[in-house]
């Protein structure tokens, strides 16, 4: 990264993946979706090639999380696909693309409800809601809970500060908020 500081690291993942199960606990969610919820947080910055705005990373994600469970012998999710593909972008675009794909891979057996359309919104959601919360890690101003999905999210913004109060040390977030102030009125405005 051309200003040194690498803001979508291993440890952002990390922190990403303890929100979403937290967040995931809160709203019972079933271990298929926590299972998705783990796929999602491990893989969704994995294609990354700058730190900005880089709209398209999840699509690239989202490839390589298909080819990497073919490749592993890893149960591949079609809701972690459609997760990362549009976690960088606008919810109405996700939400489309789940409201289309969700009905062509039920799990229900014959005669059971055979839609799983909200499972994958909420799936989803709460990812979108936990990539989120870690950015916290841009600085006390990079969070704007207006645009939180539910209130079990923002009940876990103190605990999302705390997270990267605890995990990201105190030069690195200095450095961090050098280049990110400039844009702090954006950022609480979630643009």
Known sequence: MTDGIDIHTESHC??????????????????RSMIAL???????DTRRKDNYLDQGHG??????????CDAHN??????????IKYHDRDDAQGEEYIR???????LASEGEKSD??????EVYHSFKDADA??????????????FLRSEQSRSLMPFAQQLVKDTIDEETMKKVMEVTRPFAERMKRGE
């Open 74 to 83: 890893i149960k591949y999710l079609p809701e972690v696909y459609a997760t």
């Open 38 to 44: 783990s796929h999602a947080s491990i893989f969704h």
């Open 100 to 106: 289309k794909e969700a009905p062509k891979h039920s």
């Open 133 to 146: 919360l870690d950015r916290y890690r841009l600085g006390p101003w990079g969070l704007a809970p207006k």
């Open 14 to 31: 990390e922190r990403v993946l303890l929100l979403a199960l937290k967040l995931g606990d809160l709203r019972e969610l079933k271990l």
């Open 59 to 68: 699509d690239r994600a989202a490839e390589y999380y298909r080819e990497f």
């Open 116 to 121: 799983d359309t909200e499972g994958w919104l």
